[in-house]
């Protein structure tokens, strides 16, 4: 049996949510002759204790004790703007990482790190657990294989039933940056192409505490993509439906439509439609357990030298290009140019200009 000790820094709403669904990693990777050790930490030591106690795990005291105890994976579920200070200490422990998306508040943060990334060889996996979920993978093998033709458009949503609390959204860099960029992701990921404008709006009709920390409830985005290809993106914090996150793939032969099913967070208007009729998923923990286990069991088999790198830190930066872009567009009602990333990189583009979040008055 090989022996392989991850280190868990962040035990927050994901954290705690990735610690439980370890433990599903680890009966998975023992099947297959590893034994996976898991140790919590925090910057607040005590919650680390209880959360290690809830789950039967061991605790440490800080990151630096957690990463010179030895190692061999790192995974980050802290708050977006100690991302890349984290990412850093597991470059420099030699170690591969996992951490949460985005890579950083904004891309400008985030073009020193992947130089380093690069230049250290680093091996660190973004957390875009949409890429794991089954739904998205089937609709890309059915528009890989040809069978839905060539797209006329895709139409992404993801509603959450509440927000998260105003304290999360303050740091969270916008709904854009925080929410929409799944979308943007998957739907480079899909279709192979880069989106290179977007236009977007938004609005907050929910708590002015959101208004008052500079975020807005809901948005939209209209992109482009490299062939001409328009999309929608949308997204908000209030589907009191519950939890709904859906693609519309929408092609010339088909149309598959992932997130579907009898817990599909919507309604039939038409009268006799009883489909979907099964209590509706709430959050994104329930929705995506499945992608959340597979994605960290991929990182396993990294750790291992077992695969490929599923989401590479430029991949997620792309994605998050393409959100600044987003945030920058409804800052100022036009659409934004996005630049290919590896243009902005080369210093022959340059980044979208970083938008703060500012108080937002509907
Ligand atoms: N992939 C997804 O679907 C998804 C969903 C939600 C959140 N996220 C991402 O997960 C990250 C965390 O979000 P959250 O909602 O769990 O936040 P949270 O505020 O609930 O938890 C963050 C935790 O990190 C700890 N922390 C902060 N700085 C630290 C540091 N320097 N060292 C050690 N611990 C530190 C905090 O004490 C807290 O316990 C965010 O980057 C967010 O974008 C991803």
């Known amino acids: 049996m090989k022996t392989l000790t991850l280190g868990l820094v962040g035990v927050g709403r994901i954290g705690q ?5 370890l433990l599903t990693v680890r009966d998975q990777v023992a099947a297959r002759g590893v034994q996976l050790e898991i140790v919590l930490a925090d910057a607040a ?18 990151v630096d004790t957690l990463i010179s105890e030895g190692i061999d994976g790192l995974v980050i579920a802290t708050n977006t703007a100690t991302h890349p200070d984290l990412i850093r200490a597991g470059l420099a422990a030699g170690i591969p990482v996992f951490c949460e998306k985005p890579v950083s508040s904004d891309v400008v943060g985030a073009l ?20 794991f979920d ?10 890989d294989a040809g069978d839905l033709g060539w797209l006329h458009g895709l139409r992404a949503v993801s509603g959450d039933a509440f927000p ?23 739907i480079r990921w899909l279709t ?90 709430q959050t994104f923990a329930e929705r995506f357990v499945d992608a959340y286990v597979a994605e960290l069991v991929a990182f396993v088999e990294l750790v ?32 934004v140019a996005v630049p290919a990333l590896r243009d902005v990189l080369d210093g ?6 970083a938008v703060d979040l500012v108080p937002f008055s509907a």
């Open 134 to 143: 089954v739904g998205y993978q089937e609709a890309k093998r059915r528009f």
């Open 304 to 335: 291992l030298g077992e695969r490929e790198n599923p989401c590479t830190p430029f991949d997620a930066v792309a994605a998050s290009l393409v959100a600044d872009a987003a945030q920058l567009s409804l800052a100022r009602s036009e659409p």
């Open 192 to 281: 192979g192409q880069e989106i290179v404008e977007v236009y977007a709006r938004g609005t907050n009709n929910g708590d002015p505490e959101i208004g008052a920390v500079g975020d807005v409830d809901t948005a939209q985005a209209t992109l482009t993509l490299a062939d001409g290809t328009v999309a929608m993106a949308t997204a908000t914090r209030y589907n009191g439906a519950g939890h709904d996150v859906r693609l519309d793939v929408q092609g010339s032969k088909d149309t598959v439509v992932v997130g579907l099913d009898d817990r599909s967070a919507l309604r039939s208007a038409e009268p006799d439609v009883g489909f979907p009729a099964g209590t509706a998923h």
């Open 45 to 62: 030591p005590e919650t680390a204790r209880q959360v290690a106690d809830r789950f039967g795990l061991r605790a440490t005291e800080s």
């Open 112 to 131: 020193p790190l992947l130089k380093e990334i690069e230049a250290a060889s680093g091996v660190v996996q973004i957390g875009h657990q949409r890429r």
């Open 164 to 186: 998260p609390p105003v304290e999360y959204l303050a740091t969270s860099g916008g709904i854009f940056r925080d929410m929409a960029v799944h979308d943007f992701d998957v």
């Open 348 to 353: 022959t583009a340059e980044p979208v200009p």
């Open 17 to 21: 949510m990735h610690a439980q669904n």
